[in-house]
């Protein structure tokens, strides 16, 4: 079973930066397909981004040429660089594994976008 912790959420102004990190347990992280998603209050969980095992990365639209995921290997750990954030970005934002029989979750970190 993979165990996954995120952090360094919490709240920040419009146009500002945040950065998120999800650390794994296991011995085979560089194998798993890794992902950050987002659900704000009253609605369904959304992705926003993935990494493979070989670095390729995918981002929902929304987030596109803001946010910038990466993944250090060694550090079993996966970010999330957020810029020129938003109050629409707000929700708790979750890292996920994903791997042969592994659909892994952590328990979220509360962004919050405000003035």
């Known amino acids: 079973q993979v165990r996954l912790v995120e952090s360094g959420g919490g709240l920040v102004q419009p146009g500002g930066s945040l950065r998120l990190s999800c650390a794994a347990s296991?011995?085979?992280?560089?194998?798993?397909?890794m992902g950050w998603y987002l659900q704000a209050p009253g609605k369904q969980r959304e992705l926003v981004a993935t990494?493979?095992?070989?670095?390729?990365?995918d981002y929902a639209d929304s987030v596109k040429g803001r946010f910038s995921i990466s993944r250090h290997n060694a550090k079993n750990t996966v970010y999330l660089q957020m810029n020129s954030l938003k109050p629409e970005d707000t929700a708790v934002y979750y890292c996920?594994?994903?791997?042969?029989?592994?659909?892994?979750w952590g328990q979220g970190t509360l962004v919050t976008v405000s003035s």
């Open positions: 296991g011995s085979i992280f560089s194998m798993y397909v």
């Open positions: 990494i493979t095992a070989g670095g390729s990365t």
């Open positions: 996920n594994a994903r791997g042969p029989n592994l659909d892994a």
